[in-house]
């Protein structure tokens, strides 16, 4: 596997020499000042691709070029946002830059309540609390028949948590679950907007009527208008899973297990429409086994996200050690190594450790606990290597 890491362009703090240092080769980004649904240019392809080659990595994925939310609801731009899209995939061609991660999750990209769950030893990590999850649901945004999602004994908890829950608490779950971990991955909400909470409620509402079925349809349409392109500049389009991977929010989600991954791939039966194998938003499903999964989609996977997470009662879960949790992930690297040699991994969401808060980071993204974790992953491929070379 090619040791890859997501840099966020050249204001991160986390600079390509730091991680050339420590052992990167691939460079995972995005044109992260270009607005959704306009053009990428090939000047400015070119430009931070020559950037990070300068550094002697290489830019090895795109993540993510984002599908416009009218893309996913079918509105009235819908074509013309299909034809920028399929612009801006020529131009990454042109520059032989192959392989886009990208997501078809409607108005939310991924969701947790709380960015610094402490662990015993002083770190601290992701989390996800179905309760207060539910709490935003039903007493932040005040859905429209959410109570209907949950079971009698969770509404019975909102009840007793908003007999104690603070001001701020509330307005740290917003923060949370609108802003911080969106805003930086799909741009439908930046820091500093006003009134967040009614932002996402008109986001929501455009999906009104949007059920599973019609948002496969969508997907699909998108798919196979991007296919020919994909062809003809080799382009591998590689979808993350939802996550997690269940239903939230009234939304439906397409993209959450065995099923839905056939599914699509299926529905655009193309090599270049693909997977990303996101170890960690599969394994917050129980229902998900991420070696059975592996084994099956292993050939129609483009990009790997080598990450864990550990399910708690009550439908909680916490990321977990990549030594640890549900991902397995050193069986992932030797099923990936066997059956698709040479795949783009990245490390994924690492715990906050000795002074990541001072480094300027996106949720999820710190510096240290992310090359703790490449550390450890580096070890596990060594190990599979050895197997390997031992076997034949």
Known sequence: ???????????????????????????????HEVPNGEIWTLDAIEDLKNYIESFGLRWSVVESLPVSESIKYAGPERDQLITN????????????????????????????????????????????????????????????????????????????????????????LIDTIIVKTQGFVNGNIKEGDKNPVAIFKRLLALYDGIDRDGLRENMRYFLAAIMPVCEEYGINMCVHPDDPPFQVLGLPRIVTDEQDIAWFLQAVDNPHNGLTF???????????????????????????????????????????????????????????????????MRVDHGRMMLGDEDKGYNAGYSFHGRMLALAQVEGMMAVVKDEIQNSK
């Open 278 to 344: 996101c170890a960690g938003s599969l394994s917050a499903g129980e229902q998900n086994d991420t070696r059975e999964l592996a084994r099956k989609f292993a050939k129609r996977t483009h990009f790997v996200h080598l990450r864990s997470t550990k399910a708690m009662p009550g439908g909680n879960f916490i990321e977990s050690s990549h030594l640890d949790g549900r991902g397995h992930l050193i069986e992932l690297i030797r099923i990936f190594e066997r059956e698709n040699p040479n795949l783009p």
């Open 1 to 31: 596997m090619e040791k890859t890491w997501r840099w966020f362009g050249k204001k991160d703090k986390i600079t390509l020499d730091m991680l050339r240092q420590i052992g990167v080769e691939g460079i995972v980004t995005a044109l």
């Open 85 to 172: 899209y399929k612009a801006s995939l020529a131009n990454l061609g042109k520059a032989g830059v192959k392989t886009v991660c990208y997501n078809f999750m409607p108005v939310i990209d991924w969701i947790r309540t709380d960015l610094h769950y402490s662990w015993k030893d002083g770190t601290s990590s992701l989390y996800f609390d179905k309760i207060r999850f539910a709490y935003f649901d039903l007493k932040i945004l005040c859905r429209k028949n959410a109570e209907e999602d949950y079971s009698l004994e969770e509404l019975q908890k909102v009840e007793e948590l908003d007999k104690v829950i603070t001001e701020a608490e509330k307005e740290e």
